[in-house]
């Protein structure tokens, strides 16, 4: 296996062009280390899958690409996974025809697989009401704690990686904003409301109680772990723990549905879909746009309140 984990099977000749690619997303793109291993994952498979035809990326045709689309329908693969792949592999073949390693895109000729659009999982704001208040029952330093994360998580839509990577240094001095580095360690401020700053200035108070016996963490979360603070699973763990107490399904409840939640709430009480995109770090308007299919609510009650016929119709009572 190389350092990457790839199969044996693969031919050497692609596997320099996918290390090639990889490099110049690191380099040109600053992708993440997660983006990374997951192209690596989806263009190792497609190596391997070429190297049993004698063939290489750079001489793979538009028929082959077909035939592998066709052995992800029958391993059983989801369309979002194959749709996944299929983007892995035009990316590679763009860069090789941008590089000179191909003088034609086999990709050009493919149609992906269809896919439905699903829609986030979120909470309602009762949900939501439910699961502060459970938070707030506990007076103690690890009620203090999850409180504040709950608020961060809700109030600010961090991910959880954002979460447990944010340093003591990242509040501002008036405490009324965190900079968060987020994906392709872009940097972005979140505001900070009243609830998330009263939730910190508690947490604060107590954040010595988790500190390493006679240490210290530049985390703002500390643990007493390897790591020095806490860790996704951990944050997840405590989520599921407080729903129980707040009288929800835990299934229900994750670090990304609070943030979905933050979105959905926003956009529900009019909030612009620019200004959340930026605060939820979205490179593309696009990813943003899903939380308006989830909005349905104000936008039925616009049209009841606003909309003159249906002022018309109340009125006569004929609906």
Known sequence: MGRRGRPPTAPSGSLRHVEAFLEMLTAERNAAANTLRAYARDLDDFAAFLAKRQRDVTTVAAGEVRAYLARMTRAGLSPRTAARRLSALRQLCRFLV??????????????????GR???KTLSEADMSALVAAARKDRGPAGKRLAAMLELLYGAGLRVSELVGLKLSALSRDGRYLTIRGKGDKERLAPLGDPARAALADYMAIRTAFLPSGGTSPYLFPSRGASLCLTTARVAQLLKCLAVEAGLDPSRLSPHVLRHAFATHLIDHGADLRAVQKMLGHADIATTQIYTHVSGERLQRLV??????????AASGSR
């Open 304 to 313: 009841r309140e606003r909309h003159p016929l249906a002022k018309t119709d």
């Open 118 to 120: 699903p829609l986030p």
């Open 98 to 115: 941008a590089e000179g390693a191909r003088g034609d895109d086999p990709m050009l000729t493919i149609d992906g697989p269809r896919l």
